[in-house]
């Protein structure tokens, strides 16, 4: 396990050539960082064996006591050729047990990726915040794993936060963490309303122009369990195909591809927010996700 008094310049040393290109012939692998997986519930081809590292029973029991996880890991199945590895972080609570669990997880994947061919990291979970900026995370132990693994062609996703309604009236925009750090891509929820496809009212969200050099990278319709994480664990899914199609591309290209579409969504703002295309066709005459002008 890598140890906690390592420094960044250590972190890019381990990493400062490409991770070595998986075999084509391989699925990509996502792993979920997460209460676990049950995996009774998942067709058993699509899971790879992970790690508890929640701090509650041994290593080698990654068993969902929650439910959170399974859905987020069933969801990113439904991507074609994508496997999920359970790294189980979250107790049965969904709570984290201990604060350097967190920084162990991402150590776990820094020292494995390439040998266990990890394309994707979901971490779907956040805190109760509210942030405009990351400056507070600069530099952290966990900021600066996600950013050595993103360099290393691995991105995180992690959700933006379902606390819209109780944060609006101090900020009308804002992330919580771990989504709110710069390297991670962060992706709020779209809803289905009459009208089409919006902004959920639950989902917080920040936009490039405030100028913070963070903001949310993109919005999608949820799977289960439904919320930003559901939106997260969408993305994650398709960020894992496209790695298995383009094994060299970097993470700004990979991100790229998912928006090359030039879908926008909307909320009760002016702004218009990035948001991955759904797979059916926009309805003639339709309101919803619409491109900008």
């Not at 991507?79 to 972080?89: E, I, Q």
């Not at 925009?173 to 289905?192: F, T």
């Not at 290209?253 to 991955?276: K, M, N």
């Amino acid at each position: 396990m890598l140890k906690g008094t390592w420094t960044i310049l250590e972190f890019h040393r381990l990493n400062s050539e490409r991770r070595d290109l998986p075999d084509e012939r391989l699925e990509p692998i996502v792993a979920v960082i997460d209460t676990g997986v049950l995996p009774e519930r998942l067709d058993p081809s699509r899971t790879v064996p992970g790690v508890n590292l929640s701090g509650e029973g041994i290593e080698q029991d990654t068993t969902d006591g929650n439910g959170h996880g399974t859905l987020v890991a069933s969801t990113i199945c439904n991507a074609a050729g994508v496997r999920v590895m359970p790294v189980k972080l979250l107790g049965d609570h969904g709570c984290l047990l201990a604060d350097e669990q967190l920084e162990i997880s991402f150590e776990w994947i820094l020292e494995r990726h390439a040998a266990l061919h990890i394309a994707v990291v979901c971490a779907s979970f956040a805190d109760a915040g509210h942030l405009i900026s990351d400056e507070r995370y600069r530099p952290s132990r966990l900021q600066v794993l996600i950013s050595v693994l993103r360099d290393a062609g691995v991105p995180t996703v992690a959700p933006a936060g379902n606390r819209y309604r109780l944060c609006r009236a101090d900020n009308p925009q804002g992330m919580a963490w771990p989504a709110i750090l710069r390297e991670v891509v962060s992706v709020g929820a779209l809803q289905r309303e009459p009208a089409g496809l919006r902004l959920s009212h639950a989902s917080q969200r920040l936009h490039a122009d405030l100028g913070t050099a963070c903001h949310t990278t993109l919005f999608a319709e949820p799977g289960p369990p439904g919320g930003t994480s559901g939106a997260a664990a969408v993305v994650a899914g398709r960020l894992a195909g496209l790695r298995a199609a383009s094994p060299a591309a970097r993470v700004d290209e990979l991100v790229a591809q998912l928006l090359e579409t030039g879908v926008y969504a909307r909320d009760d703002s002016p702004l218009l927010w990035p948001a991955l295309a759904m797979p059916e066709p926009e309805p003639r005459g339709s309101t919803w996700l619409t491109p900008p002008a």
